[in-house]
């Protein structure tokens, strides 16, 4: 399967980051991609009010992103913000089929309450995890802190997954980008999964008022952490494959998950969520 991945700079205009959306997925789409995933927050960057942008599944950002997949025949993962009953937002990552129709919704389970951050001010927590099939492979869903919880990438392998996609908007900070780097490529090595690991990048003409939301370094990761793409600081589409052959030749040669000891550490457990 091709796999594409969307470094966008992203707007506080939801409109605008549709129109961005849309020209990523042409040329994604020219590539041959089967599917393309999206920064988180790709609706609006963090720095919006994200009260006044966040919508119901069957808003206008949605709309627009399941237009896109229909319009190209493609698959499209993208994060939004979605209203949560207590006030605050979900941070939601869907995911439409080809045909675009809703397949999946994951909202995010950790937030960022560190380095000086408080998500959880805005943001309320999803409980669910999630693994659903786009574009014929099964896909599990994480989000940006997400990344630092091996358990929850486990679960999803454990659950099925054969590819983990990660939307972000990695902030810049002291050995931020190293934590990245490292953290995408272990979720990787340690389950013998793919992982597409999609970014934001600044918007030139917000960045100079409002603070940059993400560094980019999108990356796709085979299964023995080998780095197939990396699209660097600056806003573009990259495409490759995702080979399942090439993952059952890396577990019989490295079977790490038969090896796991759930006599000792349990018995893992998952809820698949939509499909």
Same mark, same amino acid.
């Given at each position: =399967?091709?796999?594409?991945?969307g470094q966008?700079?992203i ?5 605008v980051?549709l129109?961005?959306v849309?020209?990523?997925v042409a040329?994604?789409?020219a590539?041959g991609a089967q ?7 790709t ?8 009260r006044?942008?966040?919508?119901p599944?069957d ?15 493609l698959?499209?993962v ?5 209203p949560?009953?207590d ?11 080809s045909?675009?129709e ?5 909202r995010k389970?950790?937030l960022?309450d560190?380095l ?7 943001v ?8 659903a099939?786009?574009?014929g492979?099964?896909v ?7 990344v630092?919880f091996p358990?929850?990438?486990?679960a999803?392998v454990v659950?099925g997954?054969?590819?983990l996609v ?5 902030a810049?900070g002291t050995?931020k980008?190293?934590?990245?780097v490292?953290l ?6 340690e389950?013998?999964?793919?992982v ?13 008022t409002?603070a ?5 370094r999108?990356?796709l990761?085979?299964? =023995? ?5 990396d699209?660097?600081p600056?806003?573009?589409?990259g495409?490759g ?7 059952a ?8 998950l038969?090896?796991r ?11 698949t969520?939509?499909d």
């Amino acid at each position: =399967m091709r796999v594409a991945l969307g470094q966008l700079a992203i707007s506080s205009d939801p409109q605008v980051n549709l129109g961005r959306v849309g020209a990523a997925v042409a040329t994604a789409a020219a590539q041959g991609a089967q599917l393309v995933v999206f920064p988180e927050g790709t609706q609006a960057r963090f720095s919006a009010d994200l009260r006044s942008v966040a919508e119901p599944l069957d808003g206008a950002f949605c709309r627009g992103l399941a237009a896109a997949a229909r319009g190209a025949g493609l698959a499209i993962v993208a994060g939004l913000f979605e209203p949560a009953p207590d006030g605050r937002v979900f941070n939601t990552t869907v995911g439409y089929g080809s045909d675009g129709e809703l397949a999946a919704v994951y909202r995010k389970i950790h937030l960022f309450d560190a380095l000086g951050h408080r998500e959880s001010d805005s943001v309320a927590p999803g409980d669910d995890v999630c693994v659903a099939t786009l574009a014929g492979l099964r896909v599990g869903f994480m989000t940006c802190y997400d990344v630092r919880f091996p358990e929850l990438a486990r679960a999803l392998v454990v659950g099925g997954a054969q590819l983990l996609v990660l939307p972000a908007a990695w902030a810049a900070g002291t050995f931020k980008e190293e934590h990245w780097v490292t953290l995408v490529r272990a979720r990787a090595i340690e389950n013998t999964v793919w992982v597409a690991a999609a970014g934001q990048v600044p918007d030139p003409a917000e960045a100079p008022t409002r603070a940059p939301t993400g560094i980019g370094r999108s990356l796709l990761i085979d299964p =023995m952490g080998t780095v197939r793409i990396d699209l660097g600081p600056t806003e573009g589409v990259g495409v490759g494959d995702v080979d399942s052959q090439y993952t059952a030749r890396v577990r019989v040669a490295l079977p790490g998950l038969d090896n796991r000891r759930t006599d000792v550490f349990g018995t893992d457990r998952i809820a698949t969520g939509a499909d």
